[in-house]
């Protein structure tokens, strides 16, 4: 154990004392490997802090259905026993609400009223809101279920429109699907280029201590001896590099928070993009370091076999 | 200890660096291998270190075959074994503390009695008051007592030097020659490879190879 340990301690030496020696390039190499892990890093963050306002969005679905223009209010508020009838078996809150109903909640609910005055008369059409309950709008087969609904409402005789409210929440879920998959394949790729930046810095270390490594297989350092060093300093460059991403991504949360204010301001809202949490933080750590150890393996793998 | 049987080493089709080569050499022996440039002097001391392998015939050293020595072990028989070299093989970032400790190092020593042990191996080649300086600051003769140092640091059971001597002036050469001599004195086998005939110590065992071929000293 005492052994082990002393190898490793002295092999993570070696690494450090490899760094020392080139500290410009290993500098440059960590930047262009931060910059590589920046961009999911930086993704990662959007879709961490959007995800619970998706899911705190994708509530009960609701209906809302519009009577065409004109037609009376007897006809229009018969319309309620049909529109049980479609949702029986379903846990659902229906309301009517009458067009003057509907033209002083705009009037309370926006700064529009010295608009609505000019008009003269009401535009607003009679209708219906019917909230679903033990719907999930972004499930699939809840919302294929709440799209038939709204479709056989739509041949109700008198309807003029039917509008799920959820289907933007839907349209946000799925681009946020989109998003996600898109942000993996970028990590995908990105994850290959620091793979292959570190690869070729330790080849590079390979070919500068050539000499070293030949002169010590001839005085008794076995493979894993020879190894250690140059995975120590892939795992350190793939480290520094992620705490560096990191960094550069918590430094620019600052500038869009205030950009996002503003926006936020417009919809009464305080949304503001948090920093990662720490245990993500230290898993993003640990992924970029493991990415520095897969190349500096591969690299050790293949240039140090070619050594006799 | 060192056992050559029927041993022929083959580089290519028309390449046969040992051809049929049968020896032994006993345990605290002093043995000079003679013979020009291209004899096969370099090709029989690389089997005994496991850098080369045998086409045909059998190796044997400390009791292991050499042909049948997996990778992982080689590193353990090389560490029974101090090699010396031509062209010293020094590590030239590193001062002569640094470079005679490597051998202790690689087997994990702990590093104040790598340190300690090295400093004995500098002294004993007379070169401890100059530990702290880089190879290049030395002259061949220097240099290579450094490579003895660090042949010697790790007590091996066996020293294969190839070619100690060449390039350096007589003086320089007798330096190297005695020193060797004096760690045979104290038990080591020591293998010496040399085209120089100036060298050979006329009390001492002598292995002739000519084209790759045993010609005088196989049997000990």
Redo the contacts between chains.
Sequence with gaps: MN??F??HR?AFGGALATLRKAPGSFLFNVLVVAVALALPFAGLTLLDNVRPLSEQLSVDPEISLFVKPGVPREEAQALAPQLQQLLAGNHAKISFVPREQALDNLKSQSDLTDVIETLGGNPLPDSYVMKLEGFTATAGADADRVDLLAEHMRALPGVDSVQVDSAWVKRLAALLGVLRLALLLLAVTLGVVVIAVVFNTIRLQVLTQR??I??????????N?IHRPFYYTGALLGLCAGAVALGAVALALRPLNTAIAEFARLYASDFQLAPLSPLAVAGLLAISAGLGLVGALLSVQRHLARL? | MIEFQSVSKKYSADTLALADVSLNIGKGELVYLAGPSGAGKSTLMKMV?A?ERPTSGRVTVNGQDIGKLN??GV??L??NLG?IFQHQ?L?NDRNLLANVM??L????A??AQAAERARAALDKVGLLDRARVLPMELSGGEQQRVAIA?AIV?RPQIILADEPTANLDRAAADRVIDALHAFHSAGVTCVISSHDEQILDAGARVIRLEHGRLVHGGAA
Excluded: C
């Design positions: 052994i082990w002393r190898q002295f000499e070293e030949a002169v010590s297989k001839l005085l008794g350092a076995t493979d001896f006799k | 270190a850098i990778k992982a590193p353990f090389r560490r090699l093989r590590l490597l051998p190092i690689v087997t994990g702990p590093k660090r790790n």
